[in-house]
Structure formats: C-alpha cells, structure tokens
C-alpha cells in the first residue's frame, strides 16, 4: 500500500513538472518575438529593430514574422552628403533600361540596406524597397514597386506612390556610376 502511494505520488508530481517545463519552454521560444500579448488586429510593435504585426491565426491573435526596420538618422547623426562613404548597389551591364530590380547592399558601416535600382533615360535610379506603409519590401514587378503585404505600389522610377494605403514616396539615394559599377552614398 505504502509502495502505491508513492508511486503516485511520483507519477503526480512529474506530470506536474511535465506541466511546468511546457509553459516555461514555450515562454522561452516565444521571447524571440514581442514580449507584449496582441490585442486587436491590424496592431504594430516595434520590438529589437523590427516591426511586428498583429494577424489572425485561426482564432487567435498572433505576432507576424516581423520585418527589419531601418533605424532613421538624427539630423545631428545624418552625414554630410561630400563626406558619405560610398556601398556598391550592383554592376551597371545587370541594369536595363525600364526595369526595376531588387538587391540588398552591405554597406561597410552599417546594416544592410534593401534598394530598388533601374535606368532611366541611362540613368541608374536607386530608391528604398522599403515600404513606407508598415515597412515590408516591395517587389518589381514589370511596371512598379508592389508593396506584397498591404498592396501599395510605387513608381519604379521616381518612388512616387501609385496606389496605397501608403502615403509617402519611397526614399530616393544619390546614386552614382564609376568603373561598371553603380554607388550609392549612404
């Protein structure tokens, strides 16, 4: 008798450290994302430099992936426009003229960048492919910047927005060519 309640006992109490360890497991995992619980849908976070969106998963209100958001620059922070160092966007040859394509730039300091670049009229054009709606990027497509996650659309030319909800242009760099090479300045 005395054997069978301990057993029980034992059975008992690792069923409830089993318990445990799951919330606990699952608070650990979940740290990745926002700490703060969603509340109503459409909600934005900003959480370790990136921007997280509240989503309906079945029934249940949940964060999103999240997407990087570029930190802006203090105007005390800004460098000068003679002084910026130069990041390399793409090899000239790989740009068309009326064709947008998206690349990532490592500049040397800093994180990297997501730019939209095209020609016009033999100019290369490089503007943000970050969306100034919720930030998520944009993707070229024959005629315009698309905006995958809320559907604004921009001018691959000139950034202007075409279709919202987005209300601001996309950002445009000094854009710069030497040696079949096309620099922005960062």
């Given at each position: 008798m005395v054997t069978l309640m301990n057993l029980k006992r034992r059975n008992f109490i690792a069923i409830i450290s089993g318990s445990i360890l799951s919330v606990v497991g699952q608070r650990a995992?979940?740290?990745?994302?926002?700490?703060?619980?969603?509340?109503?849908?459409?909600?934005?976070?900003?959480?370790?430099?990136?921007?997280?969106?509240?989503?309906?998963?079945?029934?249940?209100?949940?964060?999103?992936?999240?997407?990087?958001?570029?930190?802006?620059?203090?105007?005390?922070?800004?460098?000068?426009?003679?002084?910026?160092?130069?990041?390399?966007?793409?090899?000239?040859?790989?740009?068309?003229?009326?064709?947008?394509?998206?690349?990532?730039?490592?500049p040397a300091s800093g994180a990297s960048i997501s730019v939209s670049v095209t020609r016009v009229g033999g100019v290369a054009v490089v503007l943000s492919a970050i969306c100034t709606h919720k930030g998520c990027i944009v993707e070229a497509t024959k005629s315009e910047l698309a905006c995958p996650c809320h559907g604004s659309s921009f001018n691959f030319s000139s950034g202007a927005v075409n279709n919202g909800p987005a209300g601001n242009p996309l950002r445009k760099f000094v854009s710069s060519e030497s040696a079949g090479s096309i620099l922005i300045k960062i």
């Open positions: 995992v979940a740290a990745t994302g926002p700490l703060v619980k969603p509340t109503r849908l459409g909600q934005t976070v900003m959480y370790r430099n990136k921007k997280y969106t509240c989503i309906k998963k079945g029934k249940t209100l949940i964060w999103d992936d999240g997407v990087v958001i570029e930190p802006p620059l203090s105007a005390s922070a800004k460098p000068s426009t003679s002084a910026s160092p130069l990041a390399f966007v793409a090899r000239s040859a790989d740009i068309t003229e009326g064709t947008a394509k998206i690349v990532t730039v490592m």
